[in-house]
Nanobody, 117 residues
Framework: QVQVVESGGGLVQAGGSLRLSCAASGTARNIGIMGWYRQAPGKQRDLVATIASGGSTRYADSVKGRFTISRDTSKNTVYLQMNGLKPEDTAVYYC???????????WGQGTQVTVSS
């Protein structure tokens, strides 16, 4: 079993910055891809950024150049540095951890990010 816990959300003005953290803990080993997704009210949950255990990254077009995902593999922790925040970035941000074996995906409870104009 793996527990995924996010932190770092909050309220920020447009143009500001926030840093989200996500720690995966528990008995499972070999966590592969970790990532961030977000869900705005009335919308589907969308990918923000992912990072593999080897360090390769993937970003949604809407956040490229503004957000940076990083990872401390030894601690099974992933970070999302968000700069140049826009009101449209307002959403609940969820962390995801994909365990290689046994293969299963785990989600955190989500952290609210609100960007005021």
């Amino acid at each position: 079993q793996v527990q995924v816990v996010e932190s770092g959300g909050g309220l920020v003005q447009a143009g500001g910055s926030l840093r989200l953290s996500c720690a995966a803990s528990g008995t499972a080993r070999n966590i592969g891809i970790m990532g961030w997704y977000r869900q705005a009210p009335g919308k589907q949950r969308d990918l923000v950024a992912t990072i593999a255990s080897g360090g390769s990254t993937r970003y949604a077009d809407s956040v490229k150049g503004r957000f940076t995902i990083s990872r401390d593999t030894s601690k099974n922790t992933v970070y999302l540095q968000m700069n140049g925040l826009k009101p449209e970035d307002t959403a609940v941000y969820y962390c995801n951890a994909a365990v290689v074996f046994p293969p299963r995906t785990y989600w955190g409870q989500g952290t609210q990010v609100t960007v005021s104009s």
